[in-house]
């Protein structure tokens, strides 16, 4: 079973920076999309960025030019450097793991960590 551990939440001032850290344990998948999401009080989850293995990346409009989601396949780690914080992107932040074979779609959710910017 995939086990997605996240690390870097924290609280930042506006303007700020923060990188989180999300490493995929027990991964068989070498092909795989590995991606953020958010989810803000009372909100939805929404896609932040996502990187494909050979580094194809998509990223939501809000946080373009903003944030870069980079991986490291050796270490099966994904990273979300979040520059130029503001309080809008306050919420738990979800790491993602998508992968499949020929039989089956799978997805991977990580516990979540949390980050707050104050204005």
């Known amino acids: 079973q995939v086990q997605l551990v996240e690390s870097g939440g924290g609280l930042v001032q506006a303007g700020g920076s923060l990188r989180l850290s999300c490493a995929a344990l027990?991964?068989?998948?070498?092909?795989?999309?590995m991606a953020w999401f958010r989810q803000a009080p009372g909100k939805q989850r929404e896609l932040v960025a996502e990187?494909?293995?050979?580094?194809?990346?998509h990223y939501a409009d809000s946080v373009k030019g903003r944030f870069t989601i980079s991986r490291d396949n050796a270490k099966n780690t994904v990273y979300l450097q979040m520059n130029s914080l503001k309080p809008d992107d306050t919420a738990v932040y979800y790491c993602?793991?998508?992968?499949?074979?020929?039989?089956?779609?799978?997805?991977?959710w990580g516990q979540g960590t949390q980050v707050t910017v104050s204005s």
């Open positions: 990187i494909t293995t050979d580094d194809t990346t």
């Open positions: 027990r991964n068989p998948f070498s092909d795989n999309t």
């Open positions: 993602n793991l998508g992968a499949s074979d020929r039989y089956n779609y799978y997805n991977y």
